[in-house]
């Protein structure tokens, strides 16, 4: 049986695709300073993503994502959205037609999620 700390990182993992979606999960530290202490941590792990994502190889192309491999990351990020709860706080770099940069890469969507205890990041990144 998974532990519900870990559901959230099995849930993650399969969101992950090689060369195309880096994820990172887990446990929030003690944090002070309310919202600002958490928006502070869950951008301290992000800061480990981006990281994580240029130490690898990401120029490599990985090729478009199949039908069943979308219809799957919905349904596995449905879950995520549930296991963190109708509470949780979400931040994305895209907002509504306008997008904000944050991997250098030619394209990149993140969404970044916390119930203040556990957080969940995900990077979507690809090159023309």
Not at 11 to 33: I, M, Q
Request: glycine share 10%; aromatic share 6%; net charge negative.
């Amino acid at each position: 049986m998974v532990k519900r700390d870990d559901e959230l990182a099995v849930l993650l993992k399969r969101l992950a695709h090689r060369h195309r979606v880096y994820v990172r999960s887990g446990l929030l530290p003690a944090t002070t300073g309310g919202v600002s202490g958490v928006l502070a941590a869950v951008a301290a792990e992000l800061n480990i993503l981006l990281r994580q994502l240029h130490r690898r190889d990401w120029q490599d192309s990985a090729g478009p994502a199949s039908v069943q491999e979308v219809e799957e990351a919905e349904a596995v990020a449905g879950q995520v959205v549930q296991l963190l709860g109708a509470d949780a706080r979400w931040w994305s770099n895209r907002d509504g037609s306008s997008w904000t940069d944050v991997s250098g890469c030619t394209f990149d969507s993140l969404v970044a999620g916390t119930d203040g205890r556990r957080f969940a990041v995900l990077i979507q990144v690809g090159e023309d």
